[in-house]
């Protein structure tokens, strides 16, 4: 929906469905709920049903129009693989990320048991990032069900992270995210749990992405993981981990981020 975005790990956001329910305590202070209302209240069409799950098939072509090849977060307001969106409409929102092939598209759930479902329906290819999000070591389950799909890529969003997540099997997962909450009444988040996950990332060979601890800025998390703890390593890493997909890019965007 914006080129651009405040989102680390991200460009730009694309959302062919806005509006969600909760399915988990990482929904409880959900930022896309927060910022819905306010763009109801500002009388965006869009968010004329506020946080109601709400289809746009008028946005699904806009990636298509998007000349510039980056990387696009798909549904940053919902989530794709909701009971209520109709796996035909979920197989067009494929079909514009296959055709829209010189983007890269990450989509992430965490209905993790209907995207395995669904994945026999699903053309897959290689510029579709799937991940799931796991917020604490009841939905480690999710980790199965993404890596069962055929997607080519597939990541964890390990935020906001509520817990210790000791033990993650991280065989066919080519990459991690790990922050605390954000926003107005974040919970906290122990730094101890992050270095846990940084360490088994590192033995599994996983590149580790880590944007901020709770509630913090994007400068301390830089400082956090990088400097002291490493992120420099896992970051080129990341270059080889994934080779053949979007490798060029992720050249240009490490330099571009981080000098090197």
Known sequence: MAQGSSIEWTEATWNPVTGCTKISPGCKHCYAERMAERLQAMGQPNYKNGFDLTLQPQMLELPLRWRTPQ??????MSDLFHDDVPLAYIQRVFDVMRRAHWHRFQVLTKRASRL?????????????????????????????????????????????LLGPLPDLDLRGIHWAIVGGESGPKARPMDAAWAIDLRD????????FFFPRFTGASTESATKFSWKQYGRNREYKALIGTIAGVGVVWLRMWIRARFGY
């Open 71 to 76: 990387t696009i977060f798909v549904n940053s």
């Open 116 to 160: 395995a479902e669904l994945d026999p329906e699903i053309e897959w290819a290689s510029n579709i990032w799937m991940g799931v999000s796991v917020e604490s070591a009841k939905y480690v389950g999710r980790i199965d069900d993404l890596r069962r799909t055929h997607a080519h890529v597939r990541f964890l969003s390990l935020e906001p």
């Open 200 to 207: 088994q990332c590192r033995r599994a060979r996983v590149p």
